[in-house]
């Protein structure tokens, strides 16, 4: 399950892009003028040490806030002015989210978890159905659609939260330290179900701390005090074409 364009445009691009918060008379800048592309198909680590602004470009790029300044173009479309109603709809058809913490509702089955996100795309029963089997199925899970989270182990809840991320055939996966739960052998099987979905042609950003879960990814952003401090391609991914490292 994948969404591909081919007229070599970026997937996101990112002009600018400052995030302030007011805090009394004090004036944090989260993010501070940062300049980013991203192709279609690229495999991207975002890091930082805490405070490095890591966490509010994800929020940014996700669509769940707005940036101070600055322009995002997703998908040949600039969000970074919508509102919020606007804002949910693009998050709901082109971002599929990935937490630490799984986020699955306890007394729903997996199958209803994966639903999820096509009931408020207002997609018909039949669709759902067909579609998060076919997403639970991309994460070797379909045997386990009709179990609760509490029937599952750590790492099977996060093969959940990736099939509902799935669901939707996104323009990017966003996965906020989807490790951050597990052991390493489980990490190492999540980020295995990570590595086989850019193999399918998937744009996947991954925001971590941890260096070997970055290193899964073909190209590391490294972010300190807001600003963008390297941006390394560690190797090409499969059918894209890297974006130029910013200054």
Not at 51 to 62: A, E, V
Not at 95 to 111: C, D, E, K, S, Y
Not at 187 to 213: C, K, R
């Amino acid at each position: 399950m994948s969404q591909q364009r081919s007229d070599g445009r970026p997937l996101i691009q990112v002009r600018g892009l400052t995030k302030i918060y007011e805090m009394g008379s004090e004036r944090i800048h989260a993010l501070d003028g940062v300049d980013l592309d991203i192709e279609r198909g690229e495999y991207v680590a975002i890091m930082g040490p805490s405070g490095s602004g890591k966490s509010t470009l994800m929020n940014l790029l996700g669509c769940l806030d707005s940036p101070t300044a600055g322009e995002y173009w997703l998908n040949d479309r600039q969000v970074s002015q919508l509102d919020d109603d606007e804002l949910a709809r693009v998050r709901n058809r082109e971002i599929g989210f990935v937490f630490q913490t799984f986020n699955l509702l306890p007394r729903a089955t997996a199958l209803h978890n994966v639903e999820l996100p096509l009931v408020y795309a207002g997609a018909s029963s039949d669709a759902r159905r067909q579609r998060a089997l076919a997403a639970l199925r991309a994460v070797d899970l379909e045997d386990r659609a009709t179990h609760k989270p509490n029937e599952l182990s750590g790492g099977q809840r996060q093969r959940v939260a990736i099939a509902r991320a799935l669901v939707t055939d996104p323009s990017i996966i966003l996965a906020d330290e989807p490790t951050g739960n597990l052991d390493s052998k489980t990490s190492a099987e999540i980020m295995s179900v990570f590595d086989q979905l850019q193999a399918d042609g998937n744009t996947i950003i991954l925001v971590t701390h941890e260096p070997d879960i970055a290193a899964h990814a073909r190209r590391e952003v490294f972010l300190l005090d807001g600003k963008i401090e390297r941006d390394e391609v560690t190797r090409p991914a499969a059918g894209a074409v890297p974006a130029a490292p910013q200054p």
